[in-house]
């Protein structure tokens, strides 16, 4: 995969581009230091990924992905940063970025890009156990243009929360095996791969 790698601090480039060269699969084809360059360097090399800070001077990460992604709603953004504020995380979401690693976390940063190139979103640990309750300060959702039912938008619901599908079962007085069957249904209706990609779709279609 074609990796493009954006970082204010060009140390934190080299580094990075040593660490992903030594993948046999990765291929850093470009860096950049700012958020106007990663806009050129993507419009010139359409990497695979984007790999990219957020924080950048007035133009952010944030700002070189929302107006990337405008015009290319397929671009895989994955945002690496020492920062883990909640508005990054939203706004990350609310774009339509691929992930949201944590700079500390360097061992991931490889799995979590083959990750994003299969399909995937991904998001650190830290992040995902911090999702609910950003969702819990946001209002309600209207899912019913999927062919959402009632029963399956509680299913979502509890898995957005966090819970498992014995916990869910619990919930809902339902069988496991039932619940099973409905977060089936409810990712072919949504297109999705997984419990993480359905519970980023719900926070992105929150009604603030």
Do not use: W
């Amino acid at each position: 995969m074609k990796v493009i790698i954006v970082d204010d601090d060009p140390f934190v480039c080299i580094s990075l581009k040593t660490i992903l060269q030594a993948e046999p699969d990765i291929e850093v084809c470009a860096s950049g230091n700012s958020g106007e360059a990663a806009v050129r360097l993507y419009e010139d090399m359409r990497p695979d990924i984007l790999l990219m800070d957020i924080q950048m001077g007035d133009f952010s990460g944030l700002d070189a992905g929302a107006e990337i992604l405008e015009k290319h709603p397929e671009a895989r953004i994955l945002f690496l940063t020492t920062f883990s504020d909640d508005e990054y995380i939203v706004r990350a979401l609310r774009i339509g970025a691929k992930g949201y690693l944590i700079k500390q976390d360097i061992e991931t940063i490889a799995p979590a890009l083959r990750s994003v190139m299969s399909g995937q979103s991904v998001f650190g640990s830290e992040i995902v156990t911090r999702i609910p309750k950003m969702m819990e300060r946001s209002g309600s959702m209207d899912l019913s243009r999927y062919g959402i039912l009632d029963r399956e938008m509680d299913v979502i619901e509890l898995v957005a929360k966090g819970l498992n599908n014995k916990e869910i079962a619990q919930s809902l007085y339902l069988s496991e095996g039932t619940v099973r069957n409905y977060l089936s249904a409810i990712l072919d209706k949504l297109s999705l791969r997984d419990r993480t990609q359905l519970a980023v779709f719900y926070y992105k279609n929150m009604e603030n």
